[in-house]
């Protein structure tokens, strides 16, 4: 389906280059070499957006400076011409910023998500023997209760199954690493398969006996760009409840022999600070790319801008002043309009006469500029 208007033409420009729409259908690559590419993308296209902006900051900043040099309706025309620049700007920015957190994330943060789960796992296993080192003598008292069933008794059972869990943690810590990228993988594939009947229920309809143009309108850009966005949601979200498997197993699987003791990596506190990281990483993009905004608005955009309205408000002090003055005594001469109101830009009296006398407020008779009766 072809664009319909500027909007979809941008969106296609911008997002249909980068392969963003078809990332479903290419099934022969692993989800998350899918993810990190479509990341990579979204910041390549978001430094663009980023340098358009400051571009367009310059050009609009460079046409408000134009409207303080011009005379008459022209500073109006040009700042028009740099307020559009600079609306394009932060619509630009905004896009980087949106851009920019989102390829952070996907290129950055969640291919390193298996590998600090999986690092944070074997540290937290390194700490659980220097917890047994220093605990062992307490076990070995703990020995001295002969009460309960078995040789150890009930006092010291427990420590055994807590020395078991140190042998089996390096094991089963890496079966949890395979496990989480299989469930990931197969997670995705499934999400793959049941995307378009999930999308297609959208329009009401069956797509294979539904009007074309219902189902026309359903895969229209801005319906590609948005569910393609929550496609890549879906696929983050499944990555990281995958991933959390490379802890969370070794952390339970103690369970499963009924000992009824907790792991020593429970009380670890690793999870927390990985979910942190993902949380807080995007929002220090975030605010990185509005504060590079402020600073190409503040830097770039604004001193001109204030040029140009400053032009435009003394343009339009001059033309009020004149229409007051010949209300009040009927008319004025050229050369008295400049004395009185062209000191500073005698270019503009000129331009304010004609103005009034276009848009009928005065009439000419010679020098001279009669007010008209209404």
Not at 333 to 355: C, I, Q, T
Request: hydrophobic share 50%; proline share 3%; with cysteine.
């Amino acid at each position: 389906m072809q664009p319909a208007n500027a909007v979809e033409h941008a969106m296609a420009s911008i997002f249909g280059q980068m392969k963003l729409f078809d990332i479903r259908e290419n099934d022969k690559v692993l989800p998350m070499a899918q993810l990190a590419a479509v990341g990579k993308m979204l910041i390549d296209k978001s430094v663009l957006s980023m340098m358009a902006a400051v571009g367009s900051s310059m050009a609009g900043s460079a046409l408000h400076i134009a409207a303080g040099s011009a005379d008459g309706e022209s500073i109006a025309a040009l700042n028009l011409m740099g307020e559009a620049f600079g609306d394009a700007a932060s619509a630009a920015l905004t896009l980087a910023t949106l851009g920019l957190t989102i390829g952070v994330v996907l290129h950055y943060v969640l291919p390193f998500l298996p590998f600090m789960y999986f690092f944070f796992a074997v540290a937290r296993w390194v700490k659980t023997i220097f917890e047994a080192m220093v605990g062992v003598p307490l076990w070995a008292l703990a020995h001295l209760r002969m009460s309960g069933a078995g040789l150890p008794g009930d006092a010291a059972s427990s420590g055994y199954f807590l020395l078991l869990e140190i042998f089996v943690r390096p094991v089963i810590t890496v079966v949890s690493l395979v496990g989480s990228f299989a469930v990931f993988t197969a997670l995705v594939m499934g999400l793959n398969s049941i995307f378009v009947l999930l999308i297609s229920n959208f329009a009401g309809a069956d797509t294979t006996t539904a009007n074309a143009e219902i189902v026309g309108n359903l895969r229209g850009i801005a319906d590609q760009f948005f569910l393609s966005v929550m496609y890549v949601l879906l696929s983050y979200m499944i990555a990281l409840s995958c991933f959390k498997l490379i802890d969370l197993i070794p952390d339970n699987i103690i369970r499963w022999s009924g000992a009824g003791v907790s792991s020593m990596g429970a009380s670890d506190n690793a999870d927390d600070l990985i979910d942190q990281l993902q949380y807080q990483m995007p929002m220090a993009v975030r605010y990185f790319a509005k504060d590079f905004g402020e600073t190409i608005t503040e830097g770039l955009y604004k001193p001109g801008q204030a040029v140009g309205v400053k032009a435009q408000r003394e343009y339009e002090g001059i033309k009020h002043n004149i229409a007051e003055y010949v209300d009040q005594y009927g008319k004025i001469s050229r050369s008295d309009a400049m004395a009185r109101f062209g000191k500073d830009h005698p270019e503009n009296v000129d331009a304010a006469l004609e103005y009034l006398t276009k848009e009928g407020h005065l009439k000419r008779d010679g020098n001279d500029f009669l007010k008209t009766k209404k």
